[in-house]
């Protein structure tokens, strides 16, 4: 069959990379998450991240004007569920079927499906539901291809019922997991499966059915020096208000296409106390589901001419000297009216893990990388989950707004 032979065509690139791509009081979900690391090592994080910047940018939709009020600061308590850290990715336990089966999920804002099979088998059970329709996603780290199903999801205190969900047949790029959580926007499912149109997805499904009171997700990452930690939490329905130190402020997701179709912001980058130009004023996109912060490659020679880094050949990533380190200062991301710093720890991959990523236990790597394309592209940076383990993050859906706050870990000297 022709979608078939099509995902076999791309078999070949993408098995050569690996994937990388993410509370309850009254109707509010907390999931704990687990940040997951992967040993092929950072230079292939790099060649990962870029391969799924290619993709995402590659997916044009029309554009999408979204709303400058919103109602996004009158969000509720949600359902809170803890996430594990596994120092590449973050990946939340989710039960599928009755009774349910464990499955280890990327957590992504990336993407909007939501499927199984990679690693663990599907489990059927009396509320599985082959709906006789194929399913396929191209995520350029990995893709996959199989039937669509209609299951019970359990996910901490949610029970989901009748949610359409992927079960692979073919899967490439992801080892050791076995598929992803999409919390993305629900447009991103169109024409993924046979039949056409959208699939509700799980923050859809939720609130249709009462359990939730808002279609929004809050996100508390935690950096860490540590393999595989579950230190953080999505909150479905709603913010949980302990993670912040101060306020969350919204912006609309930008109107610039293609990062309109993500969970897209506007936002520039300046560099240390004299502010020096980084990024200009332009669109990109926050994603749970990548590792490090990608900008365009105007604005990554700027960085790096203003840090004096250098590419280490092992790791793919920029290098300082302990002197450089020394004198590094702060990035400020400036996004709608309030500007965010990203301290110099915060810069540096954490360097209990170097080893773990091929570079020298001794070294001093940073996760500001080139997305390999310039500005003026309406994509010229990702927000990958090291920024965000210094902010919470809020994905308001039915409000077409994103929110950040600071943290305890803002200011952590965790690295």
């Known amino acids: 069959m022709a979608r078939l032979s099509a995902l076999f065509a791309l078999a070949a690139a993408a098995v050569a990379v690996s994937a990388t791509p993410i509370v309850v009081r009254d109707s509010l979900v907390t999931l704990p998450i687990a940040r997951r690391f992967n040993s092929t090592g950072a230079a292939n994080i790099v060649k990962a991240d870029q391969a799924r910047a290619k993709t995402l940018k590659a997916r044009l939709q029309a554009t999408k004007v979204s709303p400058v009020d919103t109602a996004a600061g009158k969000i509720f308590p949600g359902i809170n569920v803890p996430v594990t850290n596994q120092a590449i990715i973050y990946t939340a336990s989710v039960g599928v079927g009755t009774p349910p089966t464990s499955y280890e999920l990327i957590v992504d804002t990336g993407s909007s499906n939501t499927w199984v099979g990679a690693n663990k088998s599907y489990v059927n059970t009396s509320s599985s539901v082959d709906t006789g329709a194929e399913v396929e996603v191209f995520y350029g780290s990995g893709f996959f291809f199989g039937e669509e199903y209609t299951d019970t999801v359990t996910i901490g205190d949610l029970v989901i019922k009748n949610q359409s969900i992927g079960v692979a047949e073919i899967a490439f790029g992801f080892d050791g997991l ?21 699939v509700p997805t799980v923050i859809d499904n939720a609130f249709a059915q009462g359990l939730i009171h808002a279609k929004v997700v809050g996100v508390s990452f935690e950096p860490t020096a540590q393999e595989s930690v579950t230190n953080g939490e999505l909150t479905f329905g709603g913010v949980d208000y302990k993670k912040v130190t101060g306020p969350i402020k919204y912006v609309p997701i930008t109107s610039t296409s293609p990062a309109s179709d993500y969970v897209g912001i506007d936002q520039s980058i300046t560099y240390g106390s004299s502010r020096i130009p980084i990024l200009s004023a332009t669109a990109g996109i926050t994603d749970t589901g990548t590792t490090l912060v990608y900008i365009a490659s105007d604005a990554f020679a700027a960085y790096q001419n203003a840090t004096g880094a250098v590419i280490d050949n092992n790791t793919g990533l920029l290098k300082i000297t302990p002197d450089q380190f020394a004198n590094l200062e702060s990035l400020f991301f400036h996004i709608g009216d309030a500007t965010y710093e990203f301290t110099p720890n915060a810069q540096i991959w954490p360097r209990a893990l170097n080893t773990l990523i091929g570079g020298d236990a001794d070294s001093i790597y940073l996760v500001v990388v080139n997305l390999g394309s310039p500005t003026g592209e309406g994509f010229d940076f990702i927000d990958g989950y090291t920024f965000l383990e210094r902010f919470y993050y809020v994905y308001d859906s039915a409000n077409a707004c994103v929110g950040f706050a600071t943290t305890h870990f803002t200011y952590a000297t965790t690295n």
Request: overall charge negative; aromatic content about 0%.
């Open 178 to 198: 076995d598929g992803i959580l999409g919390l993305g926007p629900d447009d991103l499912t169109e024409d993924t499966t046979s039949v056409g149109g959208e």
